[in-house]
């Protein structure tokens, strides 16, 4: 069976990386078929639309979507409703892939490049579960008004009880193939749509007695994840927090440049997509760390294509080339070091594909 796959490389460092990412894709020896798309501020440019129909419509009629990076200053002034982001935000909406999976996981060889001290990130092994199509980010009403000759700017933050109870769900499974952990991350002291997430996730829980729940506030779950983060296994938090609190899981694991994640609806479709943005400071210039869209297309793999196998594959030929002393200019640590080799985006890709 051939797997259809939409891949969208998107703007600034998006579109620099992917065709790098293609060619490990081509090493495998699976049968796939690629079709691209237009998404963000390339869309925009030539099509004046960050999210056009043909995109959506494939992303439908597709296995999985593979995803660089959207936006980039030059569409920064656009209103908000044009914006590159609007596109990702309509395409995860679209195919309603509510389930935002981002592991951070530190490679042994990378212990070094963590803002932490390495004994408090060796072994590190979390997985982020963020709710992804609900909460503040989609809320109505939404805007900004004219308040006599001042303004106000205003979001609305909400969840139902099926949107907490599905993703609850699905952060309860995987924390049961994990090490049966599960923290839950609120503010439910302030506010009343996330009593109700933690009213609901608590419920949920009678359908998995054999998970360990705790529940902290964001505030506490941030300092903890900065403090002692392998006490955590699976983390479920909603749109927002799950934003704030992935780049932070990201940081501990060496760079925003090594991060994947996986977008899942109900039917098993899914975006993948490193969890770094477009960089456009450092687009065009051969220095993106493209591991993180690699290790999106292990996860791709893995959770869309049923390929564990290939998946496997690709995760341990990351390893290798970082034992080897590969390094992007994010994972090489200041000054040098001994037996490390600074590497650009295309050297990168060819040593994964050498270790493949
Ligand atoms: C992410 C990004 C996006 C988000 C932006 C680009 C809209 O920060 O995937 O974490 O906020 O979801
Ligand atoms: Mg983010």
Known sequence: MTHRILVIPGDGIGAEVMPHVLRVLETLDLELSFETGELGGVAIDKLGTPLPTPTLESAR????????AVGGPKW??????????????????????FANLRPAMLYAPLADASSLRPELVAGLDILIVRELTGGIYFGE??????????????????????????IA???????????????SVDKANVLEVTQLWRDVVTEVHADFPNIELDHLYVDNAAMQLVRAPKQFDVIVTGNLFGDILSDAAAMLTGSLGMLPSASLNAEGQGIYEPVHGSAPDIAGQNMANPLATILSAAMMLRYSLGEAEAANRVE????????????????????????LRKVGTDAMADAVIAAL
Request: aromatic share 4%; charged share 35%; proline share 4%.
């Open 76 to 97: 920064d002034d656009l209103p908000m409703e044009h914006r590159p982001e609007k596109g990702l935000l309509g395409l995860r909406a679209g195919l309603d892939a």
């Open 169 to 183: 769900r699905v952060a309860f499974d995987l924390a049961d193939k994990r090490k049966g952990r599960l923290t």
């Open 141 to 166: 009403p939404r805007g900004v008004e004219n308040d006599n000759g001042r303004r106000r700017g205003f979001n609305t933050d909400e969840y139902t009880e099926d949107e907490i109870e599905r």
């Open 316 to 339: 341990s030929a990351v390893n290798t080339v970082l034992e080897e002393g590969n390094r992007t200019a994010d994972i090489m640590p200041a000054g040098g070091a001994d037996g």
């Open 61 to 68: 009629a597709s296995d999985a979507v593979l995803l660089g």
